[in-house]
């Protein structure tokens, strides 16, 4: 009755590691937002419309006529706060704070996990969580499968059971730790990988997900990281040209000024000095005519927009690669997954079939042993292909698709 007993164990062992996983566990979205860079971006701040400046003045003046005896010599100095207003300037805050928000945006995303970093998250998190479930199942059957062989010494002497038969106990309990220690391997290297990111122990949950049937590819990709990266890029350079244009429009503006001034002066040896004030109100209108630098600058900019329109074409059509690849590959994980279980269903009918034949003594416990490894291999491939199929989905989340 030995058979029996090993599968109901088995049964209860792998319950209570499921529920083990469950409790207390970091969701994948936990460890990308504590490995996210947090960074305190501020909008840059756009110029108000007044400026205020300073002036000083210093002036030395003489003068030497061969027609008269005495020069005329005076010195002065003035000291002036001047205000510049311009006006009718909303086109050109507009552009500016257009700039500054979309500056500002741009060092938001850039500040935010390189795709890169996510997928070496993705994959230590996978593994770590199958290495995990891995440890789990095996080790229930390992410790029923050591305690027959530990058993096997014993039967031989009684005459039990034949060395062959004892030898092939120990076999398969050596088989089952060591794939305990190759997940024990693949474990800590998972684990030292996520603390790269996240400095604190992490226990993975994942849920087999619900695999989306549909999937609008032009929608993941309008939100596609890479392309919302390159679409503000494209609305920078537009800004740029806007810019440009906009220094073509006639300028006006408001000044006053208000200061003090001293001088002194003399004029054929009669010397006066005195201090006065400075004060005046100005409006002004400019427009160039003709400005070399305005072709070139605005070229220039053309030149940057076309340049960001393209690389966002060449940015949109790699995404879309993208999503119709990880669509095309849940679409092969999903029907790997249904051919799996089918598997294991065909897998557990003959493991309980050799249960009875074990218990009634047709068949030897090492065919009962081989049928749970059978078994156990089958419903480890099984989380392997669940576990694909998660990173395709986390992907596709990545991407904008769901």
């Not at 408001?254 to 040896?269: H, I, P």
Request: charged share 30%; net charge neutral.
């Amino acid at each position: 009755m030995s058979g029996p007993r090993i599968f109901i164990r088995a049964c209860c062992v792998l319950s209570v590691a499921c529920c083990l996983f469950s409790a207390g566990a970091q969701t994948f979205d936990d460890v990308l937002q504590r490995a996210a860079i947090h960074r305190d971006l501020q909008a840059p701040a756009v110029a108000s419309g007044a400026s205020i400046r300073i002036e000083t003045t210093t002036g030395i003046s003489r003068t030497q006529d061969l027609f008269f005896q005495s020069p005329y010599e005076s010195r002065s100095a003035s000291a002036v706060i001047a205000v510049d207003y311009p006006l009718f300037d909303h086109p050109s805050r507009a552009i500016a704070e257009a700039i500054a928000k979309n500056e500002l945006e741009q060092a938001e995303r850039a500040s935010r996990l390189t795709g890169a970093d996510f997928e070496v998250l993705l994959d230590a998190y996978a593994a770590l969580w199958l290495a995990n479930d891995e440890i789990a199942r095996t080790s229930a059957l390992s410790k029923d499968v050591e305690t027959i062989a530990g058993r096997g010494e014993q039967l031989v002497r009684q005459g039990a059971v034949t060395n062959i038969t004892a030898t092939q106990w120990d076999e398969i309990a050596l088989a089952l730790r060591s794939r305990i220690l190759d997940a024990e391997v693949r474990k800590l290297d998972a684990e030292s990988k996520i603390r790269q990111y996240v400095d604190e122990e992490v226990t993975p949950s994942i849920d087999p997900p619900v695999l989306p049937s549909a999937v609008s590819v032009d929608d993941a990709v309008a939100r596609h990281p890479d392309v919302l990266m390159a679409s503000a890029r494209v609305e920078r350079a537009r800004l740029a040209v806007e810019e440009v244009e906009n220094v073509r429009r006639p300028q006006f503006g408001f000044s006053g000024f208000a200061g003090l001034g001293a001088a002194d002066a003399t004029f054929q040896r009669e010397r006066s000095d005195g201090t006065f004030g400075i004060y005046g109100l100005r409006f002004r209108m400019t427009y160039s005519l003709r400005e070399r630098t305005y072709a070139a600058a605005f070229s220039r900019a053309r030149r940057e927009l076309e340049t960001a329109e393209a690389q966002r074409e060449l940015v949109t059509r790699r995404a879309r690669g993208e999503v119709a690849s990880e669509k095309l590959r849940i679409d092969t994980q999903r029907r790997r997954i249904e051919l799996l279980n089918e598997s294991i269903d065909v897998a557990k009918r003959r493991q309980q079939s050799l249960v009875r034949l074990v218990a009634a003594g047709v068949q030897p416990d090492i065919e009962e042993l081989r049928a749970s490894a059978e078994s156990l291999a089958r419903e480890l491939r099984l989380s392997e292909a669940q576990a694909e199929a998660w990173k395709s989905w986390q992907r596709l989340r990545r991407l904008g698709a769901t």
